[in-house]
T-cell receptor
Framework: DQQVKQNSPSLSVQEGRISILNCDYT??????FLWYKKYPAEGPTFLIS?????DKNEDGRFTVFLNKSAKHLSLHIVPSQPGDSAVYFC????????????FGQGTRLTINP | NAGVTQTPKFQVLKTGQSMTLQCAQD?????MYWYRQDPGMGLRLIYY???????DKGEVPNGYNVSRLNKREFSLRLESAAPSQTSVYFC????????????FGSGTRLTVV
């Protein structure tokens, strides 16, 4: 049972445009949501997070939006740059308990010049 | 700062062989994790250690064992490797609250033939 889903395996965006990556979750107990970025042959690196008490968090070119009623979050990258080409994973955790991260399947983002 | 160090980076095993994947972190983190990454499956938790002296099963623990040797080190052992264990393995550590984000190692690419 996939509790965190990224339904788009890949996304191609032109340089300078907005990239929007989507993520859905099924477990209403999740309290925190995170996005990770992964380059080939490297480990994932933390990008941005959002608490369930917020609906938006912004960090430079990256903004994460959370819609709790729809159990949906999205990552916006504006403007997209060639260095943003990577695989993006969304992840979720519960505040209580063991605080493990549950990851989605990942979306490969390609920024075209 | 080394962060999270995994060894080896690559390994080829024959079916039935055993091996131990090593992981060490130098950030004084309490919690450590082992994930595997497979195409289309994202990152799945194998085992984790919330603190020194404790270990617990994750989503896909079958065929694996772990040891939290001390606060710094968390090893993953395959007692009798199977082709289904061909994967990329990532070790991660965190402060203890998953919302702070994990720091990942660069991964071990394991092939079982």
């Amino acid at each position: 049972d996939q509790q965190v889903k990224q339904n788009s395996p890949s996304l191609s965006v032109q340089e300078g445009r907005i990239s929007i990556l989507n993520c859905d979750y099924t477990n209403s107990m999740f309290d925190y949501f995170l996005w990770y970025k992964k380059y080939p042959a490297e480990g994932p690196t933390f990008l941005i997070s959002i608490s369930s008490i917020k609906d938006k968090n912004e960090d430079g070119r990256f903004t994460v939006f959370l819609n709790k009623s729809a159990k949906h979050l999205s990552l916006h990258i504006v403007p997209s740059q060639p260095g943003d080409s990577a695989v993006y994973f969304c992840a979720a955790s519960k505040k209580q308990g063991a605080q493990k991260l549950v990851f989605g399947q990942g979306t490969r983002l390609t920024i075209n010049p | 700062n080394a962060g999270v160090t995994q060894t080896p980076k690559f390994q080829v095993l024959k079916t039935g062989q055993s091996m131990t994947l090593q992981c060490a972190q130098d950030m004084n983190h309490n919690s450590m994790y082992w994930y595997r990454q497979d195409p289309g499956m994202g990152l799945r938790l194998i085992y984790y250690s919330a603190s020194e002296g404790t270990t617990d099963k994750g989503e896909v623990p079958n065929g694996y064992n772990v040891s939290r040797l001390n606060k710094r080190e968390f090893s993953l052992r395959l007692e009798s490797a199977a082709p289904s264990q061909t994967s990329v393995y990532f070790c991660a550590s965190s402060e203890g609250a998953a919302n702070y984000g994990y720091t990942f190692g660069s991964g071990t690419r394991l092939t079982v033939v």
